[in-house]
């Protein structure tokens, strides 16, 4: 199949375009003109330059293309609070960018943010059928963006689904972005981390292979998927890169081990996915981060 994938120079776009690469389609790629594209150039047969508004470019994106993966979002007016440019550049547009894939296979690249305010009655495990009651802008703008996929489902047929994940880990090719990175700055520095809290976390391997078996899958129309593979604190986290360093380190263990709610793995399994590296996943992770951070 021909593929097109909006924010393919991304962390999560360049390991999704590996995988379609490797399952042997053919990759079309939205990238700003500015983007690095050395990381993903093996795996992109042909580069489309613009962002994911630029509606005069979308004709060249979609040729040829059998279906359109969703993965950019523009940051800048989320993280600068300009809600009016936020609007514009990423929920009318990908509202648009929908419209325009036609009767295109359209996997959208989701969050797990979509859900925030979880209901007692899935007792604490929520499967895909649990309502979306986001907790923040960002999420808000996945929510809105999955009701219109869903519109344009049970409207209209459209071939849809949603992909969502929770907080990602990985190696990032901007590095310092990476999970993890400044948790182990942090210890180095200081030989301390007080961080409470925590969250679910998948791989993006995991998270790519999803997005590459849903493509081309019938089974996949109109179906959700959350991945989230496990929790943990950002202190097991600090105390796995401790000991990785041999550090000594003064870290505050006093948030919750466990979490109050966890996510159903049923659909995602049903992809191939198993969404079980655990807590050895991300320690693993924390070696090869830093093995690359020493060798700078």
Known sequence: MQIAVTGVSGFIGSVIVRHLK??????????????????????????????????????????????????????????????????????????????????????????????????????????????????????????????????????????????????????????PRSIGYTIIERLKQERRYDKAGGGKFVHVEDVAAAVAAAVGNRESNGRVYNLADCYARWADLAMMAAEILSIDADIDMSSPAQPKNTFAKDAARSLGIALDRGHQGLREHLRRLITLMEGK
């Open 22 to 175: 490797e399952a042997g389609h053919t990759v079309t790629g939205l990238v700003r003109a500015a983007s690095r594209r050395d990381h993903v150039r093996p795996f992109v047969d042909r580069f489309v330059e613009g962002d994911q508004a630029d509606e005069p470019i979308w004709p060249d994106l979609l040729d040829g293309a059998d279906c359109l993966i969703h993965n950019s979002v523009d940051w800048q007016p989320l993280r600068s609070e300009d809600l009016a440019g936020h609007l514009q550049s990423n929920l009318l547009a990908s509202i648009k960018l929908l419209r325009a894939a036609g009767a295109r296979q359209f996997v959208f690249i989701s969050t797990i943010a979509v859900h925030h305010d979880m209901r007692p009655r899935w007792e604490g495990l929520i499967d895909e059928d649990h309502p979306t009651r986001p907790g923040s802008l960002y999420g808000a703008y996945k929510a809105a963006i999955e009701a219109h996929l869903w519109a344009a489902h049970f409207g209209e047929g459209a071939n849809v689904c949603a992909v969502r994940p929770c907080g990602v880990y990985g190696i990032d090719p901007d590095l």
